[in-house]
């Protein structure tokens, strides 16, 4: 027994008395699980270990960075199993040899009948009781079936000995509370299986308002490599582990840093509000949801506080009703994670507790965390997101396509249960800015440069199609999000999406015509949500729209290109697909999604993003790869007959993307028919050179801008907007004044109007 306060090996315990409590402290910080007896067979074993040697316990107590603790009455099952262990143990010549080697006919069998029974009384009824009783009855079925088909005396006489012996075993387990409150959980029952524990054992957890269990010590050999903060309270730093090629991405929240007081007063309010269970129409809008919950919230500590005479300020009351709000209608340590910009996906795998949840962080790539969350809290998660997104998720339907938005963050979700994941619930976790990309974010990123900006910007404003294809993780709704801000406002915007992760309802506060359309998911079934196809056709009867597609996955791709055909969207058609290449597209277009080769033709430009990785695979970043249009002379095969034609091209090189020989010069069939419908551009590539160039360079000059006045600000969608229309207004002006789009005079007004505009800005800030 080591005392409390040092450093423990797992198990090491000691025995405390408080009042008429005899509690068994259990030493488990340094043990790589989640503490308990209902999950863990070793944890089970070990604790009937030290109870046969300790008598008298009311509670068990696993202590780790939470204390779980296991009351009178399933303390008491335990230690029944402890004492017959202990009985066992002592009585094991008379239920091995005595028995069974007095007759001498019946050692042929009883060597191996003891061994049997010794693995069952010494090991399986430590680790597993209700495995061991049914073992022992299955063994006595086994033999009596064996008796029923020999004419051996011998045996048959030796065999209702051993079947004595087990019926002996089966009558002492049967005088346990455990096997008597198990036996309604032993039809089918499987070897390994606890799922009879979890409904006999439930450990209360301090602080209960939690259930994610968080290792909050550094790793001893780790070499911290990186660290920042997540808002004020919120420290990640990440390590670089000697033995794993995967950084260690180490989270500290503000819930695992409060006093003793303030968990108190957290559970307690805790307990209050899960008296209430919110309804489907409450999370219908999460974000209202979120706010009552918290004004509620709010009252509940103060009151607390104030009933305890406790000094807590109201900054403090503030944060601790935002952790409330996270652990009773929120997705609890998810939340912090998703605030965290840096992060791009989160992945939970199954059975929950095993395993640390990992991330793909924009600098350091595939990490693991210190983050383990459990099967309650995988559960909760699952009815939330049941509720929120109004889908199903069960036996018939094992796959949740859902979105969640919280303060700071969007994400996209998959969730997949069992029959399809057999060993239970997983989770996938996309997580999408709060607000918008835009290009210029791009560019500071390295993602594009100026001149596939200013490309990207030409063909945008030429009401162009885009598919923008990639790889899983490439960007591609991101670049997609990027899209629609530039996109001028005066425009009807119509986004068709399964499952909501365009920036919609931020573009919706800046000032855009935009209607969001939600549509069946390919894979759902039993759904009242209109099929995607239905959704596209529906958008033709609403007008001259710009049409932005989520994703193309199945055959709502048929009435896409049958729409963009007969010239029934008069304005920008975007989407994302999945493809690694312009062939790749169209092979995915043509051939999996039964689009006809010649309703191909109408996607004018495939913009390709995908993962550029370093030459130790330790680090991945998002790249645009190809800008390629699509001509319209070829018959059967884009590929071989020229009709996929590069505009710009990714040099690994130089980590950046190249004009390609075409473009410089003029030769591009998609930006000269744009130029056709301009009269100032008609039959004038130069013209449109100088276009392009001129809005790469005001894009340019907008990211060094930025930077110099350490304004990342400038950057982001609203800023980006109105300078966009800001160069739509200056042009038109200058056009009106002199007859031309001078260039170098548009050029000049935007850079003045910025530098105005900015200074504006922050006098305005400073009063």
Excluded at 431 to 447: A, E, S
Excluded at 459 to 471: E, K, V
Aim: hydrophobic residues 40%; glycine residues 6%; contains cysteine.
């Amino acid at each position: 027994m080591a005392l409390f306060g040092e450093t423990k090996k797992p198990f090491s315990y000691d025995i405390l008395r408080e009042g008429e409590e005899t509690i068994l402290m259990i030493d488990l910080e340094q043990y790589p699980h989640i503490p308990s007896i209902e999950d863990d067979p070793v944890c089970m074993s070990r604790t009937v270990d030290i109870l046969s040697e300790a008598s008298g316990i009311t509670k068990i107590v696993y202590v780790q960075k939470r204390n779980y603790e296991y009351d009178y009455n399933q303390t008491l099952m335990v230690q029944e199993i402890a004492k017959l262990y202990s009985q066992l143990t002592k009585k094991r010549d008379l239920i091995g040899y005595a028995s069974l080697l007095a007759d001498p006919q019946c050692t042929r069998w009883a060597a191996q009948w003891y061994s049997g029974i010794q693995n069952i009384t010494a090991d399986m009824l430590k680790r597993d009781p209700i495995g061991a009783y049914v073992e022992l009855k299955r063994n006595v079925r086994d033999e009596r079936i064996k008796i029923d088909r020999t004419i051996d005396q011998a045996y048959i006489k030796c065999a209702q000995k051993y079947i004595a012996v087990l019926q002996y075993l089966m009558g002492m387990m049967e005088k346990t509370k455990l096997i008597d409150s198990a036996k309604q959980y032993l039809s089918g029952y499987k070897a390994n299986d606890r799922s009879a524990y979890r409904r006999i054992f439930s450990p209360d957890i301090r602080p209960d308002f939690m259930f994610t269990k968080l290792m909050a010590a550094y790793p001893p050999e780790g070499e911290e490599i990186d660290s920042y903060e997540i808002g004020k309270n919120t420290e990640v730093t990440i390590f670089e582990l000697p033995d794993n090629v995967q950084y260690l991405y180490h989270l500290i929240p503000p819930e695992f840093k409060l006093s003793e007081e303030k968990y108190e007063i957290l559970d307690t309010a805790r307990k209050i509000m899960s008296e209430h269970k919110p309804t489907r129409q409450e999370f219908v809008d999460p974000e209202r949801m979120r706010q009552v919950f918290y004004n509620i919230g709010s009252d509940l500590i103060e009151e607390l506080v104030n009933y305890r005479n406790l000094k807590i300020t109201s900054a403090e009351i503030d944060e601790m009703t935002k952790i409330l709000v996270r652990y009773t209608v929120g997705f609890g340590l998810i939340e912090v994670l998703l605030q965290d910009e840096k992060i791009q996906d989160i992945t939970i795998n199954s059975p929950m507790g095993e395993t640390p949840m990992f991330i793909v962080h924009q600098d350091y790539a595939d990490c693991r965390t210190n983050i383990v969350p459990t099967t309650p809290e995988a559960d909760s998660w699952a009815s939330k997101l049941r509720l929120i997104s109004g889908r199903p998720l069960d036996e018939a339907n094992p796959i949740l396509d859902t979105e969640l938005t919280i303060p700071g963050a969007n994400s996209r979700i998959a969730v997949v249960s069992p029959p399809l994941n057999p060993t239970g619930l997983a989770f996938a976790f996309r997580r999408h800015r709060d607000k918008p990309w835009t290009l210029p974010l791009f560019i500071q990123n390295k993602m594009m440069n100026p001149l596939s900006a200013g490309i990207m910007s030409f063909l945008i404003d030429g009401s162009r199609s885009l598919l923008i294809a990639g790889t899983r993780s490439a960007g591609k709704t991101s670049l997609l999000g990027a899209v629609l801000v530039e996109l001028m406002r005066k425009y009807r915007v119509i986004t068709i999406e399964d499952t909501l992760e365009l920036p919609t309802n931020s573009l919706r506060k800046l000032g855009y015509n935009i209607q969001s359309m939600k549509v069946a998911a390919a894979l759902s079934k039993g759904s009242s949500e209109v099929p995607a196809d239905e959704g596209i056709r529906t958008t033709l009867r609403m007008g001259d729209s710009a049409l932005i597609i989520g994703e193309i996955r199945s055959k709502e791709a048929l009435a896409l290109y049958e729409a963009m055909r007969i010239g029934a969207l008069a304005n920008v058609v975007a989407g994302t697909i999945h493809g690694d290449s312009p062939y790749g597209v169209f092979d995915r277009v043509v051939n999996d999604l039964g689009v006809p080769k010649t309703s191909f033709k109408a996607t004018d430009v495939v913009v390709v993003a995908n993962p550029v990785r370093s030459a130790d695979g330790l680090h991945r970043w998002r790249r645009i790869t190809q800008i390629t249009e699509v001509r319209k002379q070829w018959e059967q095969d884009p590929l071989a007959e020229k009709g996929f034609v590069d505009l710009m091209k990714y040099s690994s090189k130089k980590d950046e993307l190249e004009a390609s020989e075409e473009l410089i010069n003029g030769d591009s069939e998609i930006l000269k028919a744009i130029a056709g419908n301009v009269k100032e551009w008609a039959g004038n590539w130069d013209d449109v050179w100088e276009n392009i160039m001129l809005r790469a360079n005001i894009k340019q000059s907008l990211v060094e801008f930025a930077n110099k006045t350490s304004n990342l600000g400038l950057l982001e969608a609203d800023f980006v907007i109105q300078s966009n229309d800001q160069f739509h207004k200056i042009s038109e002006r200058i056009r009106e004044e002199i007859g031309t789009l001078d260039s170098k005079r548009i050029f000049f007004d935007g850079n003045e109007w910025l530098k105005r505009h900015v200074k504006k800005m922050d006098f305005q800030r400073g009063m």
